[in-house]
C-alpha cells in the first residue's frame, strides 16, 4: 500500500489508460480483503482474519479521507502521490466510482454516494435523442462529436447498467425499481438484431461502435437483470 494515505498503491486504471491510486481499484481491493477475512474466519484463522479485516477497515477510512471531495460533493476518479506525500486530486466524474457502492464499500444509500450519483447522471448523461452514459468526461476514445454539452463522450452500455445497479441498490418500493427498466430497455434497444452489444453506441446515429460483441457489456447487462429480480423478490416478500 501506498505508505502516505495507506491506500493501495498505484496501478494502472480499469479502462487501462491512466497511472495512480483510483477509485475504482480502492473499492475492490476493499472488497478482497473484507472476503478475505470472512473466509479466514469460517476457517478459524482468527490473526488472519483480524489482519485481513484491520487492513479492509484502514483503506475504507482512508478512502473517505483521500477520495471523497467534500467542496465538490463527489468521489475523485483518482490520486497521485509522490515519494514526498504531495497528493495531486484528479475531480474527472467517472463512471468507475459506482465500484463504491458494487462491492459494497459504502451502501447506495449513503449521501456521499447518493451526491456522485447524482452528479455522474447530471454531467455525463448524453443529450441526445440517443441518450445512455458517458464513461468519464471529455472522454475522446472514438469520441464522435467534439461538443460536450452535447456528449462528455460516447454512451457505453456497461456505464448505462451501472446507473441501472445504483437505481436497484437504492431501490426499497417497485415503484423505485422501475426506474431501472428504462435502462435496461436502452441496452436491449441499441443491441443488434442479433442481441449481441457493442463496447460503446454512436450517441448520433445509435450505430455500434468499437468491439463488438463485448462481454463485460453482455456481463453487466445478466448482473443487471439478476439483481432486478432479487430486489423485485425482496421488496416483494416485505
Given at each position: 500500500r501506498d505508505p502516505h494515505t495507506h491506500l493501495p498503491a498505484a496501478s494502472y486504471d480499469l479502462w487501462e489508460e491512466r497511472h495512480g491510486i483510483f477509485t475504482y481499484t480502492t473499492a475492490t481491493v476493499y472488497a478482497g480483503l473484507d472476503a478475505a477475512a470472512r473466509f479466514a474466519d469460517l476457517f478459524g484463522e482468527e490473526e488472519l482474519a483480524s489482519r485481513y479485516h484491520q487492513a479492509a477497515e484502514e483503506i475504507k477510512a482512508a478512502t473517505l479521507r483521500y477520495l471523497w471531495d467534500e467542496e465538490r460533493r463527489h468521489f475523485l476518479r483518482m490520486i497521485t502521490v509522490d515519494k514526498n506525500g504531495t497528493i495531486q486530486k484528479d475531480p474527472t466524474l467517472d463512471s468507475s466510482v459506482c465500484a463504491l457502492f458494487q462491492f459494497g464499500m459504502l451502501p447506495a444509500h449513503d449521501p456521499r454516494i447518493k451526491h456522485t450519483m447524482h452528479a455522474l447522471e447530471q454531467t455525463?448523461?448524453?443529450?441526445?435523442?440517443?441518450?445512455?452514459?458517458?464513461?468519464?468526461?471529455?472522454?475522446?476514445?472514438y469520441r464522435v462529436t467534439s461538443d460536450l454539452s452535447l456528449a462528455q463522450g460516447n454512451p457505453w452500455f456497461i456505464s448505462t447498467l451501472w446507473l441501472a445497479q445504483y437505481r436497484i441498490a437504492y431501490a426499497t418500493t417497485l415503484e423505485e425499481l422501475h426506474q431501472a427498466i428504462p435502462l435496461l430497455d436502452w441496452a436491449q434497444s441499441h443491441a443488434l438484431p442479433s442481441g449481441v452489444m457493442a463496447e460503446q453506441v454512436d450517441p448520433l446515429s445509435g450505430e455500434p461502435l468499437s468491439a463488438s460483441p463485448l462481454t463485460w457489456s453482455h456481463a453487466e447487462y445478466v448482473m443487471t437483470v439478476h439483481q432486478y429480480v432479487g430486489k423485485y423478490c425482496e421488496i416483494q416478500r416485505t
Amino acid at each position: 500500500r501506498d505508505p502516505h494515505t495507506h491506500l493501495p498503491a498505484a496501478s494502472y486504471d480499469l479502462w487501462e489508460e491512466r497511472h495512480g491510486i483510483f477509485t475504482y481499484t480502492t473499492a475492490t481491493v476493499y472488497a478482497g480483503l473484507d472476503a478475505a477475512a470472512r473466509f479466514a474466519d469460517l476457517f478459524g484463522e482468527e490473526e488472519l482474519a483480524s489482519r485481513y479485516h484491520q487492513a479492509a477497515e484502514e483503506i475504507k477510512a482512508a478512502t473517505l479521507r483521500y477520495l471523497w471531495d467534500e467542496e465538490r460533493r463527489h468521489f475523485l476518479r483518482m490520486i497521485t502521490v509522490d515519494k514526498n506525500g504531495t497528493i495531486q486530486k484528479d475531480p474527472t466524474l467517472d463512471s468507475s466510482v459506482c465500484a463504491l457502492f458494487q462491492f459494497g464499500m459504502l451502501p447506495a444509500h449513503d449521501p456521499r454516494i447518493k451526491h456522485t450519483m447524482h452528479a455522474l447522471e447530471q454531467t455525463l448523461w448524453v443529450k441526445t435523442p440517443i441518450g445512455g452514459l458517458a464513461r468519464y468526461e471529455n472522454d475522446d476514445y472514438y469520441r464522435v462529436t467534439s461538443d460536450l454539452s452535447l456528449a462528455q463522450g460516447n454512451p457505453w452500455f456497461i456505464s448505462t447498467l451501472w446507473l441501472a445497479q445504483y437505481r436497484i441498490a437504492y431501490a426499497t418500493t417497485l415503484e423505485e425499481l422501475h426506474q431501472a427498466i428504462p435502462l435496461l430497455d436502452w441496452a436491449q434497444s441499441h443491441a443488434l438484431p442479433s442481441g449481441v452489444m457493442a463496447e460503446q453506441v454512436d450517441p448520433l446515429s445509435g450505430e455500434p461502435l468499437s468491439a463488438s460483441p463485448l462481454t463485460w457489456s453482455h456481463a453487466e447487462y445478466v448482473m443487471t437483470v439478476h439483481q432486478y429480480v432479487g430486489k423485485y423478490c425482496e421488496i416483494q416478500r416485505t
